[in-house]
């Protein structure tokens, strides 16, 4: 793993199972992670995933190993993509840093990165990223990445948007922030759930120039 880090942040919006479904792509691609979790991130994954969080002892192999249970019952080809890696320790490419741990290397732009996702991203944290108002490790990496001018990808999943939202994805986007609603697409033969979650996490993964196949792209046969 010569490359440089990814970070990944996982905070209190619905669709966690983005977030999962992306650390378990770069984990068995064997890409580097260093990995922050809000609480309200953790929360949302126990009431979305069934997944009980300790964010003080937190263990990688919770996320690597999860499999939603409609994935199980697909039994088609997406689903089978969807099966937790199973090549080599994946669990050691994942580095966790409490998000209360301003010490670790994230919080400091003097720490070489390959970008950062946001994902999912709630409200709050749009809010407190783009007006620069950290509060906690996830919003600080956020903002070495937007001062340093790295790539960081903010991964909104709410709907309707409020004008305040709106202007604050604006202005992350006039920052160098690309703004990746989970919005998945129906171009590219759905034909299950995990259809609709790789495209997203594609889409992420392609944002930070990563080679996937987790999607039929548009002109493909």
Not at 184 to 208: A, C, E, K, N, T
Request: aromatic letters at 6%.
């Amino acid at each position: 793993m010569s490359e440089q880090p990814i970070v990944v942040a996982i905070t209190g919006a619905s669709g966690a199972v983005y977030a999962v479904r992306l650390l378990q792509v770069l984990a068995a691609a064997q890409r580097s992670v260093h990995l922050t979790i809000s609480p309200s991130g953790a929360t949302v994954i126990q009431q979305e995933l069934g997944l009980e969080l300790d964010l003080r002892r937190f263990r990688p192999e919770t996320l690597l190993d999860y499999r939603p249970e409609w994935a199980k019952a697909e039994g088609d080809a997406s689903a089978n993509r969807s099966a937790p890696p199973t090549t080599a320790p994946a669990e050691h490419a994942i580095h966790y840093h409490h998000y209360q741990d301003y010490m670790t290397p994230i919080a400091s732009g003097s720490f070489l990165t390959a970008g950062m996702v946001v994902c999912p991203c709630s409200g709050s944290t749009l809010s407190a990223i783009a007006r620069s108002a950290s509060a906690n490790l996830v919003q600080r990496a956020a903002e070495v990445h937007l001062k340093e001018h790295r790539k960081l990808v903010i991964v909104p999943r709410e709907t309707p948007l409020s004008v305040f939202q709106l202007e604050n994805m604006h202005r992350l986007a006039g920052a160098g922030a690309v703004v990746l609603p989970a919005m998945p697409g129906w171009y590219h033969g759905v034909s299950s759930l995990s259809d609709l979650v790789d495209f997203v996490v594609g889409r992420i993964l392609d944002q930070l120039g990563l080679p996937n196949r987790l999607i039929d792209r548009w002109g493909e046969t």
